[in-house]
């Protein structure tokens, strides 16, 4: 008994002595301004900022090579922890966090399939059939939730619907969503602009009216209704001036296919619309 | 008869008895055709008539200045009503010159017959690229840039591809039967184009006729051979052929002029003889109408652009309600959502198949019995690329070779668990090809 405890604490002796050693040994200089940046940072490892991850991140800040403001998803409050790691003396300005919206509010009930999918469940792999995918449109979203597995904060789910739905209280604006979908719907917005025009079909008025009851058909009756200029129509749909745009809601009471959504009016009236 | 062939492959039922015994017929033309201005693999083309304009038969309509691209013809003659995107038979809308057709539709060579031997090369391939000849077989790749190898490689073989192993096409043989004259002097032409000496006429054993017409058609010429292969799936993709013929391997991701060779469709044969001797422009081809929902199967000779709805209705229209029409073969071919799609260069037969012949059983979970990878031409592991891809690891998927995979199908058509393998390989090339272009 006693000699193995003895051998044990020589052993653990020796080899605590020899990891003690190489410790000082092989040690590699780190920037303690390092360490606390990463603390700052919120660690999703999003790569959003174009980085690997929040190490790379905190690395190249503390070097230099980008701004503190660098991170979009820890917004303001991170890039003010980081300014006082690195002692800066200038106040950070608030910077408004976007929010992702998806452009298209056609679920399976205002905009049918054309045919059956039974492929495997990814968008991208559907919209690499026939027309673009199983929709009727061949802008809308396909509901396959490509962007819900990208999404690194759990703010998307898709409703009961087939929709893709941001939450945004959950979303961080790092757009990882807006890179995978594979109809370029997911698109970036001021976080401050409660109006959106949630459609993205380019086609042409009739041929919209056909195939889905909350399309843009570029009536232009949203412009009529917007007293600051803020929305136009391109190409057959309409899109808000974000740095224009009041909030004040007129395009969306105008409307008459209902897919200029006002986001102020909370959730029941969205459900109404 | 000794019969070559490759290493994998699959044997899938071939129910080409419906056509093969049918001559090529022509049919009636449509009120309008909507001619794609992105028919080939390469550049797109800019429209080069206007809305209103009248044109005529052959008359350029598109063109690019990109080397791999190639011009498109109007298919008949009429005015222009729109040049919109329209509804393409793959993926999405295609930018399309809709024309109405009225007037004279005869094409007439503006020139007497040419004896190739006197032409030389650069004016054979200029010929054939100003003739917009691109690929028959299904890929539509220019056939000018085939004709066009890198100086550093000779080309010694051209191999004419008559192996039509999809089930249920034969417009192919077909053309061998009633036009092996000009699939020799195409061949011949190629030959010249490339500087090989060797001519091979790759043909499966079930087309024992065509294999005796060619025969004796070949016969007559110097260095020219008709090689039976062994009827297997995919005999007639590119380097399974070379392998088959000339018991060369293609290494991955090079082309067939890495190993000395030269692929051409017996239609794209056909097409570089029209295009060479006489001018003719590529607005026409002969495709398969058939499947058990048609009520006439027939293979027909038509014009680029003519809208798949009109075709049908000139065999009769179904005779049972189709749950699936495929353009292309039923293994590499696109399943269709509406049938205003038109015809295009690559369209190679519409395939209509009843409820009973599709599959609508759930996929599951590979079950490890190693179907595929005994099937995969290429040697790859459809099992762990599938599985990967299913994963979105497509790090790894990228590992196991999946950019080497060409679709033939034959690992979705063994495997027992119904995975939609292809569909998965697809999903992953899509994705490391667009990661490529970001880096």
Redesign the interface.
């Known amino acids: 008994m006693l000699q193995a405890i003895i051998s044990m604490a020589v052993v653990g002796a020796v080899f605590g002595g020899l990891l003690g050693f190489a410790a000082q040994k092989f040690a590699v200089p780190v920037d303690p301004k390092v360490e606390q940046i990463k603390r700052a940072l919120p660690g999703a490892n999003c790569g959003a900022c174009g980085f690997v991850g929040c190490s790379e991140l905190a690395d190249a800040i503390a070097t230099g090579k980008v701004a503190h403001t660098a991170c979009t998803v820890g917004g303001t409050t991170a890039a003010r922890d980081i300014a006082k790691v690195l002692g800066l003396e200038e106040e950070t300005e608030e910077k408004e966090q976007p929010v992702a919206h998806v452009y298209c509010v056609g679920g399976r009930t205002e905009c049918g399939n ?2 059956e999918y ?3 469940p ?1 968008c ?2 559907a ?6 995918g ?1 929709r009727e449109c ?1 802008h809308g979203c396909l509901g396959l939730g490509t962007c819900v ?1 990208a999404c690194p904060f759990g703010a998307i789910y898709i409703d009961k619907n087939g929709l893709a739905v941001v939450d945004e209280t959950k979303c961080t604006g790092c757009a990882r969503c807006v890179a995978v979908c594979p109809k370029n719907i997911i698109q970036m917005a001021p976080r401050s602009r409660k109006v959106h025009v949630l459609c993205s079909n380019t086609e042409k008025g009739a041929v919209v009216r056909k195939i889905c009851k909350v399309g843009c058909i570029a009536c232009k009756a949203c412009v009529k209704a917007c007293q600051y200029d803020a929305i136009h129509v391109e190409d057959n749909l309409a899109r808000i001036d974000y740095e224009k745009c009041t909030n004040c809601g007129e395009c969306a009471k105008k409307c008459p296919t209902k897919c200029i959504v006002d986001f102020q009016l909370g959730a029941e009236a969205k459900q109404a619309s | 008869m000794a019969t070559r062939t490759f290493a994998g492959g699959i044997h899938p039922p071939e129910y080409k008895e419906q056509t093969n015994s049918l001559p090529v017929e022509q049919i009636d033309l449509p009120q309008q055709v909507i001619i794609p201005l992105h028919q080939h693999t390469g550049a797109p083309c800019t429209p080069k008539v206007n809305v209103g304009e009248s044109v005529t038969v052959g008359q350029v309509i598109g063109d690019s200045d990109a080397f791999i691209s190639a011009p498109v013809h109007s298919s008949v003659a009429g005015h222009v009503v729109a040049i919109e995107p329209l509804p393409y038979f793959n993926n999405t809308r295609v930018l399309s010159v809709v024309i109405e057709v009225e007037g004279d539709q005869v094409w007439v060579p503006d020139q007497d017959p040419l004896d190739y031997r006197d032409i030389n090369v650069e004016d054979i391939r200029q010929a054939v690229r100003q003739a917009g000849v691109v690929g028959l077989g299904g890929a539509a790749f220019p056939t000018h840039v085939k004709l066009t190898p890198p100086k550093n490689k000779p080309i010694d073989s051209v191999i004419i591809n008559g192996c039509e192993c999809e089930p249920y096409l034969t417009c192919d043989h077909r053309i061998m039967l009633e036009r092996p004259q000009d699939v020799v002097l195409g061949a011949n032409i190629a030959r010249k184009a490339v500087g090989a000496s060797k001519v091979y006429i790759g043909i499966e054993t079930n087309k024992p006729d065509a294999i005796r017409v060619m025969q004796e058609v070949a016969g007559e010429e110097q260095d020219m051979e008709v090689v039976p292969l062994e009827v297997k799936y995919p005999e007639g993709a590119e380097k399974q052929l070379i392998k088959a013929v000339l018991d060369r391997r293609v290494p991955p991701g090079k082309l067939p002029s890495e190993v000395g060779a030269l692929v051409q469709n017996v239609g794209t044969a056909v097409a570089i003889a029209e295009a060479v001797t006489l001018g003719k422009p590529l607005f026409e081809r002969v495709l398969t109408v058939t499947g058990p929902c048609i009520a006439q199967p027939k293979n027909l000779k038509i014009r680029i652009g003519t809208p798949v709805s009109h075709v049908l209705e000139q065999c009769g229209g179904f005779s049972q309600t189709p749950r699936k029409v495929i353009m292309g073969g039923p293994m590499t071919g696109w399943a269709q959502s509406s049938l205003d799609v038109p015809v295009v260069k690559g369209t190679s037969g519409i395939v209509a198949l009843p409820e009973s012949m599709v599959s609508e059983a759930k996929w599951h979970n590979c079950v490890r019995c190693g179907k595929c990878v005994k099937a995969c031409p290429m040697f790859l592991l459809p099992n762990f690329i599938g599985m990967y891809a299913e994963a979105h690891n497509y790090d790894k998927a990228e590992k196991f070779d999946v950019l080497d995979c060409f679709e033939c199908g034959a690992c979705a058509y063994v495997c027992p668990s119904r995975r939609p393998l292809v569909q998965f390989f697809r999903n992953a090339k899509a994705e490391i090809m667009a990661r490529r272009r970001r880096a």
């Open positions: 054309r045919y039974d492929g495997i990814d991208r792999a919209s690499m059939l026939q027309g673009g199983f061949a597995r």
